[in-house]
């Protein structure tokens, strides 16, 4: 029994922040090779959803569980999670002064490699590693002596946010609206980054405001998200059904 | 270090800023004592103990003289309770022989309290590239090779031992840089100071050794007053550092020092500091209170003095390493890490005065506040009609921990000719929830993200100081900032 569990499986969640409650009774189950794509007006709590996977400390669980590979990561830290293969792609990625993309990048994989008992990498070494994914987002090196998103542009900023998800080889990927505020040509090379990345091992959450993402990365499943509840799931027409009728008519 | 199991480390992150302060030991030893509080007859009794000359003495009496009148300055953004000097002890020694020939006649005890702060005075494990004076409390306890200095013509010495062996350097130096009525706290120590280093570096020579004096306050209620005189001769140039512990006592201890540096013609002093006196627990209680006049300055043309300071420690800091630039091209730095935590308060940065044509200063401020500290930084640029062609860069930088934090930044510029180039630049940068949480996300422990963020901030600093004192200032400030955050 059991034997090959879904990657994740979100049952009745309840989630509360300052005493807000946003999630309510949020059910989830994504298998391997899925992608998944979650829309719904703003404030609905798609962001909230994707920061509870990645365990921020602000949100409260009032009730349900959280299944990873069929085990509970309701208990584990941020970094424990993101060792064991979840990964979140910010909608806002946080500028931090002073830390080289390089530096951060490294530490970040070297982390993951110590966690697995493996050898941690040389700067050398490294650069070999991450020049090869450089190329699949379209990063020119330089991007790696600059500091951690300072000064970045919005799709410069995205783009390495795909670039990390690219090097920790996670299982869920969760992109938060990865695709607000880029122009097309840098739609199109996220795109085919996160199309290059994904295979029948993992799985993406998508979690966008428009249609057009969806024009490049077919999503398996698209849900409805309202008054943090998924309240209507259906196939890759449904995201274009809502693009013309918006949200209202599912309210009712 | 890495794959520890983080949660483990984050319930024990609180646990450790407990115990993050290695060297609160203190040490039993035999004491030679002054009863506290400061009158004429203290002074008298310390310059007795001392075996002064009439000129000190009278240094000494015309600065108390001064110092009765003055009084505590308020300007600083500072919050602390009054200090009864008449509750300190202005002279406590540890009872030894009359006249060390050489350190095995070092009370093993005190030798064994420098060594377990990771200062070896022995022979054998002496670092092979620095020179130490070590000063316990009210005096130097030793100074190492000072033999082959002298080969050089370098003097390295405690003031005690160069007041009486060099008179003529003292009378012509002591108190030129920093009048003993400069400030309340210098009037103070030009009263009652103990002991402290003076290094003198001759013509045409460049210091074979880093020199260094290592501080540590060890008596409860005793003040430490010492005093630092550095004179580079023409052509000459000298490294020193500085180093200050204190034990983990629940009361306050004073330090008021001085230090002067005299950098002649083409003669360049490159002074560091890593400051880690006891700053008191995770309350407020306790932690050393911290006024220190440094001032250097470049007489002659073409000379240089640079500042590099880290400040962890104390409860309160008031200090403002400075350099006067009289000479023409003369060169003035200051590069600043302040870190403070807790109820940690610190008022600190420097002045520069630019007199000669075409003096430069550079400043790099950078302040990390943790915790409830306040932490500001306090500059004055003054440039006067005949600095033609001077110029000044200031960077003042401000980092914060957590919501609790302070930070502030006091910047004065003051131009009296045209012809003068001033810039200053500031930024105030966070490290809070969510600049954690991204590192966290992408599986980097608290301990090694904080790490990065505050020796990403600090790079700027910690590439002026000497090698080993650098790796030490990154460990020190990962320490003092354990279970700031989280």
């Known amino acids: 029994m059991n034997v090959n569990p879904p990657l994740l499986e979100v049952k009745r969640l309840e989630v509360s922040i300052n005493e807000n409650k946003i999630l309510k009774s949020l059910n989830l189950t994504i298998n391997k090779g899925e992608i998944h794509a979650i829309m719904g007006p703003n404030g609905s709590g798609k962001s909230t959803f994707s920061k509870v996977l990645a365990g921020h400390p602000s949100y409260s669980i009032l009730n349900g569980e959280i299944l990873f590979k069929g085990a509970s990561i309701l208990d584990l830290e941020p970094e424990e999670r993101s060792h064991l293969g979840i990964f979140l792609a910010f909608q806002y990625p946080i500028e931090i002064p002073g830390v080289s993309n390089e530096d951060f990048l490294r530490l970040a994989y070297n982390s993951k490699q110590a966690f697995y008992n493996k050898p941690e990498v040389d700067p050398l070494e490294f650069f070999a590693i991450i020049n090869e994914k450089l190329k699949l987002v379209n990063m020119s090196p330089s991007f790696l002596s600059r500091n951690l998103n300072e000064g970045f542009s919005g799709g410069e900023k995205k783009r390495n946010e795909i670039l990390q998800m690219i090097l920790l080889n996670s299982e869920l990927s969760i992109l938060d609206e990865t695709d607000s505020g880029l122009d097309i040509d840098a739609l199109r090379i996220i795109s085919n980054g996160i199309n290059n990345f994904m295979n029948e091992k993992k799985s993406i959450i998508l979690i966008t405001h428009y249609q057009r993402l969806l024009d490049y990365i077919n999503p398996t499943y698209v849900h409805v998200m309202y008054d943090g509840k998924i309240i209507k799931t259906g196939s890759a027409n449904l995201a274009k059904e809502l693009e013309t009728k918006g949200y209202e008519w599912l309210q009712s | ?486």
């Open chain 2, 1 to 486: 270090m890495v794959n520890q199991s983080n949660k483990v480390l984050n319930t024990n992150i609180t646990n450790l800023v407990n115990q993050n302060y290695q060297y609160g030991f203190s040490t039993t030893i035999e004491k030679d004592i002054i009863e506290k509080g400061l009158s004429k007859k203290t002074i008298f009794l310390i310059s007795q103990k001392k075996e002064e000359t009439e000129f000190l003495l009278n240094f000494r009496l015309k600065a108390f003289k001064k110092w009765k009148k003055m009084s505590q300055p308020e300007w600083a953004y500072l919050k602390f309770p009054e200090i009864d000097y008449q509750d300190i002890i202005y002279y406590s020694a540890p009872k030894a022989q009359k006249k060390l020939k050489n350190l095995n006649e070092v009370d093993p005890e005190l030798l064994k309290t420098f060594e377990k702060l990771g200062i070896s005075l022995t022979e054998q494990k002496r670092l092979a590239n620095v020179a130490i004076d070590a000063v316990f409390d009210s005096v130097s306890i030793a100074t190492t090779f000072q033999k082959e200095l002298t080969e050089y013509g370098v003097i390295f010495s405690s003031i005690s031992e160069a007041i009486n062996e060099y008179p003529s350097l003292i009378e012509r130096y002591l108190g030129t840089v920093v009048p003993i009525g400069d400030n309340y706290f210098s009037a103070l120590n030009s009263a009652v100071f103990t002991d402290g280093s003076f290094c003198y570096i001759p013509e045409n020579t460049i210091c074979p050794l880093d020199l260094s004096t290592y501080f540590r306050i060890n008596d409860q209620q005793s003040g430490q007053f010492e005093r630092t005189l550095i004179i580079s001769e023409k052509n000459s140039q000298v490294n020193y550092l500085e180093g200050c512990t204190a034990p983990q006592y629940d009361t306050n201890q004073l330090h008021a020092a001085i230090v002067e540096l005299i950098a002649l013609e083409n003669a360049s002093i490159k002074y560091s500091t890593v400051q880690n006196w006891y700053s008191g627990n995770e309350l407020g209680k306790g932690g050393v209170y911290n006024f220190v006049t440094k001032r250097g300055i470049c007489s002659g043309n073409n000379s240089k003095i640079s500042w590099t300071q880290v400040e962890t420690g104390s409860a309160i800091t008031w200090k403002y390493p400075s350099c006067i630039l009289v000479g023409d091209n003369s060169k003035g730095e200051f590069y600043s890490v302040a870190l403070t935590n807790n109820y940690q308060q610190a008022d600190t940065g420097t002045k520069m005065m630019h007199i000669g044509k075409n003096t430069r200063s550079r400043i790099i401020s950078k302040g990390i506040s943790a915790g409830h500290s306040k932490n500001s930084y306090r500059g004055r640029v003054n440039v006067i009609n005949k600095a033609l062609g001077a110029r000044n860069y200031s960077q003042c930088d401000s980092l914060l921990i957590g919501d609790l934090s302070n930070a502030n930044t006091f910047p004065f510029i003051s131009i009296q000719n045209s012809t003068t180039k001033i810039e200053h630049e500031a930024s105030t940068s966070k490290i809070g929830e969510e600049q954690i949480f991204y590192f966290l996300q992408r599986g980097i422990c608290l301990e090694k993200g904080i790490e990065l963020m505050v020796s990403g901030f600090c790079r700027e600093i910690f590439t002026e100081l000497p090698l080993e004192f650098a790796a030490e200032a990154d460990k020190l400030l990962t320490l003092k900032l354990e279970g700031s955050v989280g």
